[in-house]
């Protein structure tokens, strides 16, 4: 009856909410890379990251080069799926150190930057490889686990252990710390730096977009000169006494 459909109707629309939000939670991903671009260019601009160049859905999620070049991928988690486990991220550092394994000359140092924690892994800061870790630790003996399934020599083992890094950065840390990097050049609080971080973001995805085209030459990046532009005009447009104040 009338009454029946009306019960049951919310419990068909709550699973048919749960069915369909695989575009919603690639969407998350996506702006989670825009927060760690975000973060990286912020970091650029303040001095304590050395890059020349940051380039959106470069090789990787973010290309950064410099005095020697990053390859960076961003992997988002939601809170309520959990922490990563080893076994996951020892598959990914594998597949990168495989992608960029050369026969001759300097591989590019891999990172991958990770919203939660790995479970029972120690935490590395930025600049750390996986020769932080200790012999026990599980995300190392993860990667000796999927390095033996694939055959890797010994060599290789020993490369991906001085190449790669895994960083944790959780959302709204990732937000905090641009915000804090851009105020603490700009003279200004964290929260009245927030609209240059939002700008950043925009920038971003800006040329993430642009990147989209399969034709090289078109590749955009932003460099010191553009990340500055950008915080200088959105500075422009706000009012400095009301950020002086926030």
Known sequence: DAGNVDREE???LERSWSRTRAGASAGRGYHFQDVV???VCARVYGG???FDTVTPEGLEDLTCEGIATWQIQVKSRQERVGVFTPGEVAGWVCDLVEKYRVTE???PRVQLVLERPVAGAAT???EDTLRFLTDDDPLWTGVLKEAGKRDWPTQLVDEARSITGIFVLPWEQAQREAESAVGDRLGLLPAAASPVVRALREAVAAVE???ASPDYTRRGWLDHTRISRVVEETC???DQTALQGA
Do not use: T
């Open 10 to 12: 919310p419990h068909a």
């Open 37 to 39: 671009g975000a973060w």
């Open 48 to 50: 304590s990251l050395a």
């Open 105 to 107: 000359g300097r591989m």
């Open 124 to 126: 590395l800061v930025w």
């Open 209 to 211: 977009d642009n990147n």
């Open 236 to 238: 422009k447009v706000l």
